[in-house]
């Protein structure tokens, strides 16, 4: 099982991205729950948002709430992460993850089985 993260880069604050993750070696419907993470430097790995592979409904960190959006495609095996008005605080490598069994949409580090290699956002001010 492969989870291949990219799109991220350089961007001026009020600008946007768009992050794709790609999966690999398994049938990407089988995955029940999709996720982002970032990681700024010297601190932990924090939720940015989720979604469910079955219904589409997602979860979203306060700190991204209205600004980022989380959707996947099946057909593509791809999980993206459109990221709007982008500001200097959202500077991080930016993770992809999934799950197989069902839990709800969790937002615990703990809860994903498989992780992407992380691409890095950097947004100047």
């Known amino acids: 099982v492969q989870l291949q993260a990219f799109g991220g880069g350089l961007v001026q604050a009020g600008g946007s991205l768009r992050l794709s993750c790609a999966a690999s070696g398994r049938t990407f419907s089988r995955y029940t729950l999709l996720g982002w993470f970032r990681q700024a430097p010297g601190k932990e790995r924090g939720f940015v948002a989720c979604?469910?592979?079955?219904?589409?409904?997602?979860a979203y960190a306060d700190s991204v709430k209205g600004r980022f959006t989380i959707s996947r495609d099946n057909a593509k095996n791809t999980v993206y992460l459109q990221m709007n008005s982008l500001k200097p605080e959202d500077t991080a490598v930016y993770y992809c993850?999934?799950?197989?069994?069902?839990?709800?949409?969790?937002?615990?580090?703990?809860?994903?089985?498989?992780w992407g290699q992380g691409t890095l956002v950097t947004v100047s001010s």
């Open positions: 979604i469910s592979n079955s219904d589409g409904s997602t």
């Open positions: 993850a999934a799950r197989l069994g069902w839990i709800g949409l969790s937002r615990a580090v703990s809860s994903y089985d498989y």
